[in-house]
């Protein structure tokens, strides 16, 4: 068991930056994958970003693609999010497992941090 927490997110002028970081502890971190995904409002959690457990992989959303960045470091992963839309407001969500796009492939979760996008 994994566990992971989320931190950074906020309240954000449309256009702003915003870095989101996601602590992992409890088994070893660098065999798996570890993604972000958000989850609207009203809309059903969509995949962000993933990479690999080795750090040299990644897959990026094509609705953030070019603005969203992952990246990891020892027991911590960031998505650092640069210009920030209204519509990219979300909970954000931390996931440990294997490498993939569908959020079934993920077997721990973190609780969540909220991001809010004015415009």
């Known amino acids: 068991q994994v566990q992971l927490v989320e931190s950074g997110g906020g309240l954000v002028q449309a256009g702003g930056s915003l870095r989101l970081s996601c602590a992992a502890s409890?088994?070893?971190?660098?065999?798996?994958?570890m993604a972000w995904f958000r989850q609207a409002p009203g809309k059903e959690r969509e995949f962000v970003a993933v990479i690999s457990g080795s750090g040299r992989v990644t897959t990026t959303a094509g609705s953030v693609k070019g603005r969203f960045t992952i990246s990891r470091d020892k027991n911590t992963v960031y998505l650092q999010m640069n210009s920030l839309k209204p519509e990219d407001t979300a909970v954000y969500y931390c996931?440990?497992?294997?490498?993939?796009?569908?959020?079934?492939?993920?077997?721990?979760w973190g609780q969540g941090t909220q991001v809010t996008v004015s415009s």
């Open positions: 996931a440990s497992g294997n490498y993939g796009t569908d959020e079934g492939v993920y077997g721990d």
């Open positions: 409890g088994r070893y971190f660098s065999n798996y994958a």
